[in-house]
C-alpha cells in the first residue's frame, strides 16, 4: 500500500522499542518481587504500573498492524478509532485508581505523563482515524505522533517506576 511504504521503518522502530520495554519491565518487577508488599500496594501497581504496560502494548499493536500487508486505509483507521477509543476509557479507569489507591500521593507530573498525556495521545490517534478519509497523510503523522508519545509516555513511566522503588521504597526498608 503506498500510503503506508514510508511509515515501514517508523513503525518497526517504535514497535521493537515498545516490545523491548515491556520485556524490560517484566524483569525490572521480577527483581523487586522479593520486596515487603505494602498495604495497598496492588492498588498502587494498577494506578500506575499497569498503565505503563498497557501504552506500550498500544504501541506494538499499532505497530504490527500498520506493517501488516492490509489492502486500504480503511481497516487501519477502523483500527486507529477503536484503539483511540478504548484508551480514552483506559484514562478515565486510571484516573479513578490514581484516586482510590492510598499508597503514594499523585504530583503534578504523575497526573502529566499518566493522565494527560496517554489521553492527548489515545485522542490524537482516534482523530486520525477520522482524519484518514480527509487527509491520509495528516493521518499518517497523527497516528505516529500518537505511537511516539504513548512510547515516551511509557519510557518515562517507566523509569518513574524503577527510580521510585530503588531511592524511595530502600530508604523506608533501611
Known sequence: ???LAGWGNFYVIVGGAAGA???LQFVVITLIAERP???GQELAGSAF???TIVHLGAVLLLSAVVCAPLRGVTGIGIFWGLLGTAGIVYEVIVVRRMRTQSVYKPQFEDWLFHVLLPFAAYAALAGSAIATRTSLPDAMFGAGAAALL???VGIHNAWDAVT????SRSHDQG
Open 1 to 3: 500500500m503506498a500510503e
Open 21 to 23: 520495554l515491556i520485556g
Open 37 to 39: 508488599v505494602v498495604a
Open 49 to 51: 504500573a499497569t498503565p
Open 150 to 152: 504513548l512510547l515516551f
Open 164 to 167: 521510585y522503588h530503588i531511592f
